[in-house]
């Protein structure tokens, strides 16, 4: 049996690891940076907002928010090296000043309430083990008027095909994900209203093929440095091929959605 904190420290390993950077070059979530922008541009931020975006990886989506949105980006992950990795890389843009990056888990957040106008999570809530937990989270830090924006893999948890159930799958953001009405339910819970629910399962089928692809590539220009990770890349063909599947008959896909914390709960 694994604990929710073996879950945790797996994932943090796992996408703080150079093998997936390999693998994923800048594409760290389906629909990437144009859906970061739809999602960012629902939440209505101004540059005097400061702005949490939970389980932020590399930090790509906190610097976009400092350099494209002005705004005051705050990024916690739960990868002590995603947290250095992104403080270099901020450093290096003249970003310093507009970003902090904390480490952190999304299921206690180490923030005070109600101090960000907006939090953000892509791609991570999905892999929380206590997602109602997280949700309140990003509830308790918002400040009344302040917005959540999360996109996430969805998936009808009985449908899912053996490939894509465990610990691997789990890491991969499928294992655990729910579907939409699930997902928008959990803000609901913590008390913010509803304000956008989207489909997107495309992105999903454009993350695959991505990810495909390069996987064959990497096979034909860098098969050392693949072996060199020490994973065993023999595994993922099959999940990504019934991931491919699992995405055309209406099992897994991608969602956005938005709330609001009410000025009088
Ligand atoms: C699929 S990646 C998504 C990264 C980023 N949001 C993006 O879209 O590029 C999942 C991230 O969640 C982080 N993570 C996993 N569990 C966490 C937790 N309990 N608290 C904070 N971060 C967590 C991992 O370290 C990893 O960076």
Redesign the pocket.
């Known amino acids: 049996m694994t604990s929710g904190d073996d879950?945790?420290a797996c994932?943090?390993a796992?996408?703080?690891s150079d093998a997936v950077a390999l693998l994923l070059c800048d594409y760290?979530?389906p629909g990437g940076t144009a859906l970061?922008r739809r999602l960012a541009d629902g939440l209505g931020l101004t540059p005097d907002h400061r702005v949490l975006?939970?389980?932020?990886?590399?930090g790509?989506?906190v610097l976009l928010l400092a350099d494209g949105y002005g705004c005051h980006g705050d990024g916690?992950?739960?990868?002590p090296a995603?947290t250095a990795l992104v403080r270099d890389a901020a450093a290096r843009l003249g970003l310093t000043e507009r970003v902090t990056f904390t480490t952190?888990?999304?299921?206690q957040l180490p923030f005070a309430d109600g101090v960000f106008d907006a939090v953000l999570?892509?791609?991570?809530l999905c892999?929380?083990?206590d997602k109602t937990k997280?949700a309140a989270e990003f509830a308790r830090v918002l400040r009344p008027g302040g917005r959540v924006g999360i996109t996430d893999v969805t998936a009808i948890p009985d449908r899912l095909p053996p490939e894509l159930i465990g610990l691997a799958a789990h890491i991969a953001?499928v294992a655990d994900a729910r579907p939409l009405d699930e997902y928008a339910a959990l803000p609901s819970a913590a008390g913010l209203r509803p304000l956008r629910a989207e489909h997107h399962d495309q992105a999903m089928t454009r993350m695959i093929d991505h990810l495909e692809a390069r996987l064959n590539l990497l096979h034909l220009t860098s098969a050392p440095a693949l072996t060199a990770t020490g994973i065993d890349w023999k595994a993922a063909p099959p999940l990504l091929a019934a991931a491919h599947t699992a995405v055309t008959d209406g099992t897994l896909g991608y969602a956005l959605l938005t709330a609001e914390k009410p000025h009088n709960p």
Do not use: L, M, Q
Request: hydrophobic letters at 30%; one cysteine or more.
């Open positions: 879950v945790k994932c943090a796992t996408y703080s760290h979530h970061t975006d939970v389980a932020s990886g590399r790509t989506t916690v992950d739960y990868a995603n952190g888990d999304a299921e999570c892509e791609c991570a892999t929380f083990p997280a953001c």
